[in-house]
T-cell receptor, first 115, second 113 residues
Framework: EAQVTQNPRYLITVTGKKLTVTCSQN?????MSWYRQDPGLGLRQIYYSMNVEVTDKGDVPEGYKVSRKEKRNFPLILESPSPNQTSLYFC??????????????FGPGTRLTVL | DAKTTQPPSMDCAEGRAANLPCNHS???????VYWYRQIHSQGPQYIIH???NNETNEMASLIITEDRKSSTLILPHATLRDTAVYYCIVTGPRGAGSYQLTFGKGTKLSVIP
C-alpha cells in the first residue's frame, strides 16, 4: 500500500532534549516536506527536499533540521526542543510537485508536546 | 504564491451539493488551484486541482471562472464523512521547477444530517 509513515505518532518530551521524528514513503517520490499545524495558523511548511541531499527552508525553519540521505526517508530533527515547538507535525511527499499531475500525500501526523 | 480567501465555515445538508468558494484574485498565469481537505486531525487529503478548465474526479468537481480569479469546489452529494476543513491553495513554480503548497485557514464544512 502506497503510504507515508511517521514515527512516533505521539511524543511528550522536555525542553532541550534532542529528538527525531522519522518520515518514510514507499512511493519513490522525489519531493518530501515537513509541516507543522497550530490552532488558528493552518499548516506551515518547515523544510522541504526536492531530492536526495537537496533540502531547503520553508516558511518556519527556525529550531529544526532535516536530512535527506535516502530517497524514502526525511527525518525532522529538533536539536533543542522548546515549548513553542509543541504542535502537530505532518510529513508529505509527492512525485515531483512540478507538473499538473503531482499531488502531495500526507502522513498521519505526529503530535509533539514539549514541556 | 497568490493569496486565497475562503469563508471560515459553511453548513450543508446531507445529500445536498456542497459548494465551497475560493477567491484568488492575484493568481498568475502559471499557478494552479489545488483543493485539499483535512478530517479532524488527520493528514490532509488531496481532492482535485486545475489550471484553467473545469475538472471532475470521483470525489468532486472544480469550477474555475474564466478570469481565474475565483473557483468553486463542488461535492455533489455531501455525506457526514465529508465534514472537514477544506483548503484552497494556489501555487506555482518556485525555483528549479518545484511547487510549494501554502495552507491557509480553510473552510470548515459541517454536513448536517
Amino acid at each position: 500500500e502506497a503510504q507515508v509513515t511517521q514515527n512516533p505518532r505521539y511524543l511528550i518530551t522536555v525542553t532541550g532534549k534532542k529528538l527525531t521524528v522519522t518520515c518514510s514513503q514507499n512511493m519513490n517520490h522525489e519531493y518530501m516536506s515537513w509541516y507543522r499545524q497550530d490552532p488558528g495558523l493552518g499548516l506551515r511548511q518547515i523544510y522541504y527536499s526536492m531530492n536526495v541531499e537537496v533540502t531547503d527552508k520553508g516558511d518556519v525553519p527556525e529550531g529544526y533540521k532535516v536530512s535527506r540521505k535516502e530517497k524514502r526517508n526525511f527525518p525532522l530533527i529538533l536539536e533543542s526542543p522548546s515549548p513553542n515547538q509543541t504542535s502537530l507535525y505532518f510529513c508529505a511527499s509527492s512525485l515531483r510537485l512540478a507538473s499538473s499531475t503531482d499531488t502531495q500525500y500526507f502522513g498521519p501526523g505526529t503530535r509533539l508536546t514539549v514541556l | 504564491d497568490a493569496k486565497t480567501t475562503q469563508p471560515p465555515s459553511m453548513d450543508c445538508a446531507e445529500g445536498r451539493a456542497a459548494n465551497l468558494p475560493c477567491n484568488h484574485s492575484t493568481i498568475s498565469g502559471n499557478e494552479y488551484v489545488y483543493w485539499y481537505r483535512q478530517i479532524h486531525s488527520q493528514g490532509p487529503q488531496y481532492i482535485i486541482h486545475g489550471l484553467k478548465n473545469n475538472e471532475t474526479n470521483e470525489m468532486a468537481s472544480l469550477i474555475i471562472t474564466e478570469d481565474r480569479k475565483s473557483s468553486t469546489l463542488i461535492l455533489p452529494h455531501a455525506t457526514l464523512r465529508d465534514t472537514a476543513v477544506y483548503y484552497c491553495i494556489v501555487t506555482g513554480p518556485r525555483g528549479a521547477g518545484s511547487y510549494q503548497l501554502t495552507f491557509g485557514k480553510g473552510t470548515k464544512l459541517s454536513v448536517i444530517p
